[in-house]
């Protein structure tokens, strides 16, 4: 017989194939001249008692028994592979689905049938490597502890390594433990203990660095870290936090009980922050700074006063802030947290702790070369560096040559530089505006002759204050700490100062005036801020200044908020500007009457209906909106997870079908459409790729703490739409229009408060990739639209991009839904090929089709369905296909609120934070189909209280929602399948701010709206394999509808377009 082939594992044990069987050796005969073996499957689950004596060259002698298992020579192929697989895995760093890949390359079907499953093999790489690379027991107590050679080590290349763990020797540094109930011993955290760490810290000198003596040493207020370092480095300037100044400043308090205090009173907040504010006066000033502060902090705070005084007399050094020099250990608190995320949970063992280091080490090293190769490290944060300009601004200001106390008893404090205010202002309330302070009631203010001033009535939250010069003094009068960011004016002798104001619509008109007090003879300049369309007074505010001061500083020039924006006649000629201005930059969309505009009885709208040369601007604000930067920023920012979690849905077709179980009984579209994916499913995806044009559409929910009134603003998901997603192009043009809008009203118009926004090119780029995935440029692109459609416009450009972008190869065909049906004679030329099912038109292939009819609101007739069948079943790419259109669905929304959905398609630990990310932006949202108390509660609460609830179908393009006394007549006839079709929202409570709203044919409406934020996801992926191929976020979408008004659709006559503002 010949010799038989021989199999090895990954652990080089032998299998013999024979016949189709695979054999593992059982043992040698006692001459040791044969080998026996037996079927793999021997064991006590299969019990084969097929068995095989080769000799020692493995030549089949004998076979004995009979197999009693399932023998094929898929199966010994199968396992040939896996045991590459494995191999490959332990030896490899690959992903695991790059593995597989690799391996399966070229296999027969039938192999392909036997192997393993994605996730099991998945499975079984994370279970191999973990085992490769397992760590020692954890030890149960610190005497247990010993740290092996193999996790000391450290290397940097394959031939340079080092001792990794340097510190850790018999009396290594005290380790910080917490022992868990289980007994084993983890992390908690590791610090430096006094004692350790001096005799520690000089090997680790005088064996690494040599000449190892740094000037400073920034550290928090850990006193055994001090001692050490003051210990071992006696040379060494120790630098204390600021942060965490300010964190203990915040202990004491709440130790005091007096943390209520500190949240609901202003003064006493401000009082507290001067103490720590102390930090960045000179030292040789500190004494008159403390002096000056302890006679005006209230009873309340002379605990903590003496603490401070107690703990915290080391200052931290004024020149250094003047040099730009780091003011406090963000930097290592910033690497703590990076390394937080790396470990992935609270309390890592030591092993893994180990393990992170090393790897966040290998980072560093990467770093470090690229510095050494001379690029530059990469920069702080935008608001980091606004703030450290900020302080360091406030700093040089500091007059340190001029700081003796004035002799008179009434001028204890006229040197402004004594006071701690003075150093405050920027340091107490977040950042408002370059010249601007905190406002507190009782405080004697003074320019800087000496001369008082004082500000009238405690300041009221988002009402606006003004700085501005006066012929001798620069004075500086505070907006508020809910100010947003929008500039009032005030100009005098040519010279503007700038500030915020909450709203930038207010009309406020500033007068000041200038009057003698009759009480010193004091002039005394007095400032009046008028609501034009109230006439009340918004805020009245006095200062006073010398007289010859008053007497050089006429006032010139009055300029309201916004600027030119004061009266009706200024209202219009910007409206006029606007209006103009859409139509000189293709601001335009179709205009279609409705039907009470009629011609000679004909409607109007069936007389325009096929001419494209009616056009108007679209319903839009006259100024930007403001909006919450952190809130645009968290939506912006988790919308790349999102098209992956929606992609990842499209393609788990249980999930899918699970979640249209119920609402097929009462939606007879739905139905439809999901019969129809359950036949595209059944028979096979002919064209994988398809291209996800997504907007997640989010109302700001305003939350208000009732203990402290602070108000959070919190984005929450509205719906996700995953059809065609139109109108990118117009979106582009209404901030471009917003931003001139806010230069003509004297506002910031810069990218810091207007963000760049252009969605329409990347849905061009998405397309054009799509394109060109299909690999065929003799294939062309279909657009399918509404006939009438208001954005077919926004089409076209669309169209023509992409023949730029294709260097005109690319053609592109544009139908509408009246040219598919049958008169049109579109059916006939619009084929499927039955040899390859290519997409044909006029004998064309189509490569991608991009429809506005395939969205799953787009409810089709007999004709559409059969053209939307025939596309699905095709091997034209979809934008969108039928499985990413049906995520676009209340019930799927719904569904993927429920806990433990979103961890379905993000099941990995890394994947935790992401999860946390999306589920922040969910609001509470309830299925109806079950008939238990849970759901019989929910519906009586909704009845008992519409006003808390939305009641929504899965249907699109606005107007189909149910509020408040429609909301109860629906839930209160409702039959059980009905209910099924529909899910329960959390009604959110909005921010409401005011703007202008323009229409055709109308004139500028000044009212309270709510603004709405959509962020834009484009995405290309393969349905059967999983892969992206591209996800990227660029862009919104930013509406406002009136705040009495439910439904906010821009095609549903509801909505106006808007561009954020953010502050």
């Known amino acids: 017989m010949n010799q038989q082939q021989v199999i090895k594992t990954k652990r080089n044990n032998e299998k013999l194939e024979h016949e189709g069987a695979l054999y593992v050796l059982h043992k040698f005969s006692d001459d040791g001249l044969k080998k026996f073996w037996r079927c793999e499957f021997h064991g006590p689950a299969d019990q084969c008692k097929g068995r095989l004596h080769t000799d020692l060259n493995n030549v089949v002698q004998k076979m004995v028994g009979v197999h009693s298992c399932d023998m094929n020579a898929a199966h010994v192929e199968c396992q040939r592979l896996v045991t590459g697989l494995k191999r490959r895995a332990a030896e490899t760093c690959e992903a695991p689905a790059t593995i597989r890949a690799q391996v399966l390359q070229n296999t027969c079907t039938p192999v392909l049938a036997a192997f393993p499953s994605k996730n099991a093999t998945k499975k079984v790489i994370k279970r191999l490597r973990r085992d490769e690379n397992a760590p020692r027991a954890e030890p149960l107590n610190l005497e247990q502890l010993e740290i092996p050679n193999t996790y000391r080590i450290y290397k940097r290349t394959e031939i340079d390594e080092e001792q990794f763990l340097l510190a850790d020797t018999k009396d290594r540094m005290g380790l910080n433990v917490d022992l868990r109930d289980e007994g084993h011993l983890r992390g908690r955290h590791i610090c430096i203990d006094a004692a350790a760490f001096q005799p520690n810290l000089c090997v680790v000198g005088k064996e690494r660095w040599p000449n190892f003596a740094p000037q400073t040493i920034s550290l928090d207020f850990e006193l055994a870290m001090v001692g050490a370092v003051r210990t071992v480095l006696p040379a060494c300037s120790v630098r204390y936090c600021f942060f965490h100044l300010v964190r203990n400043m915040k202990k004491q308090i709440r130790a005091l009980g007096l943390t209520r205090v500190y949240n609901t009173d202003p003064a006493f907040a401000e009082k507290s922050k001067m103490i720590t504010s102390l930090a960045f006066l000179p030292v040789h000033h500190l004494q008159n700074g403390l002096n000056a502060l302890q006679a005006q902090i209230p009873p309340q705070l002379n605990s903590v006063f003496n603490w401070f005084l107690d703990n915290y007399m080391g200052r931290i050094r004024f020149n250094r802030t003047l040099d730009s020099a780091d003011r406090t250990n963000n930097f290592a608190e910033a690497f703590h947290r990076k390394l937080q995320r790396q470990f992935n949970c609270t309390h890592p063992t030591i092993w893994r702790f180990i393990d992170t280091i090393r790897c966040e080490q290998k980072a560093i090293d990467a770093d470090m070369a690229r510095c050494v190769m001379g690029e530059a490290a990469p920069q702080k944060k935008t608001k980091y560096r606004n703030a450290d300009a900020r302080i360091l601004r406030l700093v040089q200001r500091y007059n340190d040559v001029n700081n003796n106390i004035l002799p008179q008893n009434d001028h204890n404090y006229a040197n402004v530089n004594v006071s701690p205010e003075n150093i405050i202002n920027f340091l107490a309330v977040p950042y408002c505006a370059q010249q601007c302070g905190p406002v507190v009631q009782g405080y004697v203010y003074r320019d800087c002759s000496g001369i008082p001033f004082e500000l009238v009535g405690q300041p009221t939250i988002g009402k606006p204050y003004v700085n501005y010069k006066t012929g001798c003094a620069h004075i500086d009068i505070a907006c508020d700490v809910k100010d947003i960011g929008f500039p009032v004016q005030v100009q005098f002798n040519n010279e503007i100062e700038v500030t915020k104001t909450e709203q930038p619509l207010n009309n406020l008109t500033v007068t000041l005036t200038c009057t003698n007090d009759p009480a010193n003879g004091q002039p005394r300049w007095t400032k009046v801020g008028v609501d034009n369309h109230s006439d009340q007074v918004v805020y009245v505010e006095k200062v006073s200044c010398d007289r010859d001061c008053a007497a050089e500083t006429p006032i010139t020039q009055t300029i309201t908020h916004p600027t030119n924006a004061n009266n009706e006649q200024e209202i219009n000629r910007l409206a006029k500007f606007a209006i103009e201005w859409c139509h000189n930059n293709g601001l335009i969309v179709r205009q279609l009457l409705g039907r009470d505009h009629k011609i000679g009885g004909t409607p109007l ?48 077709f249980d999930f899918l079908m699970d979640a249209f179980k119920d609402v097929t009984k009462a939606d007879n579209h739905i139905a439809k459409m999901v019969e129809l994916a359950k036949e595209i499913h059944e028979e096979g995806i002919r064209q994988p790729i398809t291209v996800m044009l997504q907007r997640a559409d989010y109302l700001l929910d305003v939350v208000e703490n009732n203990e402290t009134n602070e108000v959070k603003y919190e984005p929450k998901q509205v719906e996700i739409n995953t059809g065609a997603i139109g109108a990118t192009g117009l979106k582009r043009r209404t901030t471009e229009l917003h931003r001139r809008m806010a230069e003509k009203a004297g506002m910031d118009a810069s990218e810091a408060h207007i963000p760049e926004n252009k969605p329409d090119k990347a849905k061009v780029k998405a397309l054009y990739e799509a394109w060109r995935l299909f690999k065929d440029p003799n294939a062309i692109m279909l657009f399918l639209v509404y006939p009438d459609g208001s954005f077919n416009y926004d089409v076209r450009y669309i169209e023509e991009e992409l023949h730029k972008m294709s260097d005109g190869i690319m053609k592109i065909d544009h139908y509408s839904l009246a040219d598919l049906s049958e008169y049109r004679g579109i059916t006939e030329r619009l084929k499927l090929d039955p040899e390859d099912f290519s997409l044909r038109l006029d004998g064309k292939k189509v490569a991608v089709v991009f429809s506005g009819l395939t969205f799953l609101g787009c409810r089709l007739g007999s004709h559409g369905l059969k053209m939307r069948r025939m596309i699905e079943r095709s091997t034209a790419i979809k934008a969108p296909s039928l499985f990413v259109a049906l995520t676009g669905a209340k019930k799927v929304q719904q569904m993927l609120a429920m806990p433990g959905a979103i961890e379905r398609f993000f ?89 202008y709203l323009l229409r055709v044919n109308e004139v500028p409406k000044y009212a309270d709206v709510i603004p709405e934020l959509g962020v834009y996801g484009f995405l290309i992926g393969d349905l059967k394999e999983g892969h992206v191929l591209h996800n990227v976020q660029q862009g919104y979408h930013f509406r406002t509808k009136l705040s009495h008004v439910n439904e906010g659709g821009i095609s549903a006559g509801f909505g106006f377009y808007d561009t954020a503002y953010l502050f």
Not at 639 to 645: D, H, I, R, S, V
Not at 942 to 970: H, M, R, T
């Open 605 to 652: 709208i069936e007389i325009i209906q096929e001419r494209a040369d009616i056009a108007g601007f679209p319903p839009l604000t006259l100024f930007p909106s403001p909006f919450p930067r952190s809130a645009f920023e968290q939506a912006m920012n988790v919308q790349k997870a999102m098209n992956l979690l929606y992609f990842r849905v499209a393609r788990d």
């Open 907 to 995: 099941p990995e630990p890394s994947d935790a934070s992401t999860v946390a990310q999306i589920r922040a932006t969910f609001a509470n949202i309830w299925g109806l189909e079950n008939l238990d108390d849970d759901t019989q509660k929910l519906i009586e609460d909704a009845i008992a209280n519409p006003g808390n609830y939305v009641l929504k179908p899965n249907k699109e393009c606005g107007g189909n929602n149910f509020y408040d006394d429609k909301l109860v007549k629906k839930l209160e006839e409702f039959t059980p399948t009905e209910r099924g079709a529909h899910i329960l929202m959390q009604k959110l409570r909005p921010m409401v701010v005011k703007n």
